[in-house]
């Protein structure tokens, strides 16, 4: 079984995602965390981040071992472990110049779809980011779109962020112009064919995780189905 959760930034997909996989016994994979990798190493290498073809480059060379355990997460690219690196400020605030180089992307969906292909064999995977039912994994059983209003999803961020490490206006940066960006290439502020929203702005983490799951166990997986 593929599930597929989609959303803007801070909707809770990451943590709901995790949740779903750890409750149902499935892999996760975190696809933001492929386009930061690449972004860490550019930053490294101190490419010029508007050299497209220079940035594409280095994501085909890059070597990138994500983990999709649910409860152990790491990332680790050309062997050293950015687990924690790619989600500095440093990273945030330039991430989206490397998710809209068309090329990275090609080559990120690429490798996505091999590792999602894996863990089938491990019997399913919970895969979350912008584009997962729409270009991704179009056959994924289960398509969510989790929503939140933009008040909640910078509070969100901002509890989550150590307190006063960030003003106002950098937090609105890391979510609604983020989001304003990732737009230009992805639809994930519109529910695509066949996809649930779930609005979570008053809903628990716990709740949307006992949603989704709920709706999983509903789903006949394609393989099952008569
Ligand atoms: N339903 C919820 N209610 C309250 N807080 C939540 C809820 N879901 C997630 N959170 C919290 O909101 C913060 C952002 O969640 P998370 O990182 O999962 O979002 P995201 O959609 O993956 O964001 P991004 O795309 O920017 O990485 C986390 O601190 C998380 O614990
Ligand atoms: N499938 C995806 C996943 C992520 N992105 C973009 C969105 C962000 O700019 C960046 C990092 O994602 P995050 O870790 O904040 O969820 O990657 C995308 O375009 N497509």
Same mark, same amino acid.
Request: overall charge negative; cysteine-free; proline content about 2%.
């Given at each position: 079984?593929?599930?597929?959760?989609?959303?803007?930034?801070?909707?809770?997909?990451?943590?709901?995602?995790?949740?779903?996989?750890?409750?149902?016994?499935?892999?996760?994979?975190?696809?933001?965390?492929?386009?930061?990798?690449? /972004?860490?190493?550019?930053?490294?290498?101190? $490419?010029?981040? !508007?050299?497209? %073809?220079?940035? =594409?480059? #280095?994501?085909? *060379? @890059?070597?990138?071992?994500?983990?999709?355990?649910?409860?152990?997460?790491?990332?680790?690219?050309?062997?050293?472990?950015?687990?924690?690196?790619?989600?500095?400020?440093?990273?945030?605030?330039?991430?989206?110049?490397?998710?809209?180089?068309?090329?990275?992307?090609?080559?990120?969906?690429?490798?996505?779809?091999?590792?999602?292909?894996?863990?089938?064999?491990?019997?399913?995977?919970?895969?979350?980011?912008?584009?997962?039912?729409?270009?991704?994994? /179009?056959?994924?059983?289960?398509?969510?779109? $989790?929503?939140? !209003?933009?008040? %909640?999803?910078? =509070?969100? #961020?901002?509890? *989550? @962020?150590?307190?006063?490490?960030?003003?106002?206006?950098?937090?609105?940066?890391?979510?609604?112009?983020?989001?304003?960006?990732?737009?230009?290439?992805?639809?994930?502020?519109?529910?695509?064919?066949?996809?649930?929203?779930?609005?979570?702005?008053?809903?628990?983490?716990?709740?949307?995780?006992?949603?989704?799951?709920?709706?999983?166990?509903?789903?006949?997986?394609?393989?099952?189905?008569?």
């Amino acid at each position: 079984m593929i599930i597929a959760v989609d959303g803007p930034s801070g909707s809770g997909k990451s943590s709901t995602a995790r949740g779903v996989a750890n409750r149902l016994g499935l892999r996760y994979l975190d696809t933001g965390a492929t386009y930061r990798a690449v /972004t860490w190493s550019a930053v490294e290498r101190g $490419l010029d981040l !508007d050299d497209t %073809a220079a940035v =594409a480059q #280095r994501a085909r *060379e @890059l070597v990138l071992e994500i983990s999709t355990d649910p409860d152990d997460q790491f990332v680790i690219a050309d062997g050293t472990d950015i687990t924690a690196a790619i989600r500095e400020p440093r990273i945030s605030e330039v991430v989206s110049k490397i998710a809209t180089n068309l090329d990275v992307r090609k080559e990120l969906i690429r490798r996505q779809r091999a590792i999602i292909d894996k863990a089938q064999t491990d019997g399913g995977i919970v895969v979350e980011g912008r584009d997962i039912a729409t270009v991704v994994a /179009t056959d994924a059983e289960l398509k969510v779109l $989790l929503t939140a !209003d933009q008040e %909640a999803r910078m =509070a969100r #961020r901002g509890a *989550e @962020l150590a307190a006063g490490s960030v003003t106002a206006a950098e937090l609105r940066d890391q979510i609604v112009r983020r989001d304003a960006d990732d737009s230009t290439v992805s639809e994930f502020q519109v529910a695509s064919d066949g996809a649930v929203t779930i609005d979570s702005t008053d809903l628990t983490l716990e709740e949307v995780v006992d949603v989704i799951s709920r709706l999983a166990t509903e789903t006949v997986p394609r393989s099952q189905e008569l």
